[in-house]
C-alpha cells in the first residue's frame, strides 16, 4: 500500500490546490483553456528537459518504497509528470493568487488615499 504513498498525495495536494483555484478562481475556474494550453506547454518542456537529462545520464529513477515502480519510459517514473503537472499548477496558483493580492492591495490603498481615516484631512 505505501507504494502509492507519493502519487496519492500528489493527487492530494493537486486537489486541494484546485479548491484554492475554484474559491478565489486563479486559474482553470478563471480561464479553463487558457490555463490548460499554459499548463499543457510547461508539463511537454519539462517533459523534454527530462528526456534530455535521461539521456545525457543526469536523471535516473531512484528506488523508493513509496512510489509504484511504473515506469512510462525508461528511468520515467509514473509519478514524474503528475509531480510536473503540480508543479506547473502550484506556479500559475502562485503568481495569479499573488498578483490578485497586489491589485486589491493597491485598489484599497488608491482608495483611502484621498482622505486620511484618522484626521479626516482631505488629500
Given at each position: 500500500?505505501?507504494?502509492?504513498?507519493?502519487?496519492?498525495?500528489?493527487?492530494?495536494?493537486?486537489?486541494?490546490?484546485?479548491?484554492?483555484d475554484a474559491r478565489w478562481r486563479?486559474?482553470?475556474w478563471r480561464a479553463p483553456i487558457a490555463a490548460a494550453v499554459t499548463i499543457g506547454v510547461g508539463l511537454a518542456f519539462f517533459l523534454l528537459w527530462d528526456a534530455a537529462g535521461i539521456v545525457l545520464g543526469v536523471f535516473f529513477r531512484g528506488?523508493?518504497?513509496?512510489?509504484?515502480?511504473i515506469e512510462l519510459?525508461?528511468?520515467?517514473?509514473?509519478?514524474?509528470?503528475?509531480?510536473?503537472?503540480?508543479l506547473c499548477y502550484l506556479t500559475l496558483?502562485?503568481?495569479?493568487?499573488?498578483?490578485?493580492?497586489?491589485r486589491t492591495r493597491a485598489l484599497g490603498h488608491a482608495a483611502s488615499v484621498p482622505g486620511d481615516?484618522?484626521?479626516?484631512?482631505a488629500g
Open positions: 500500500m505505501t507504494a502509492f504513498a507519493y502519487l496519492g498525495g500528489l493527487l492530494l495536494v493537486i486537489g486541494c490546490m484546485a479548491l484554492i486563479l486559474v482553470f528506488e523508493s518504497q513509496i512510489v509504484t515502480g519510459a525508461p528511468e520515467l517514473p509514473l509519478e514524474e509528470p503528475v509531480f510536473l503537472f503540480f496558483v502562485l503568481v495569479l493568487g499573488v498578483e490578485r493580492m497586489l481615516r484618522e484626521t479626516g484631512a
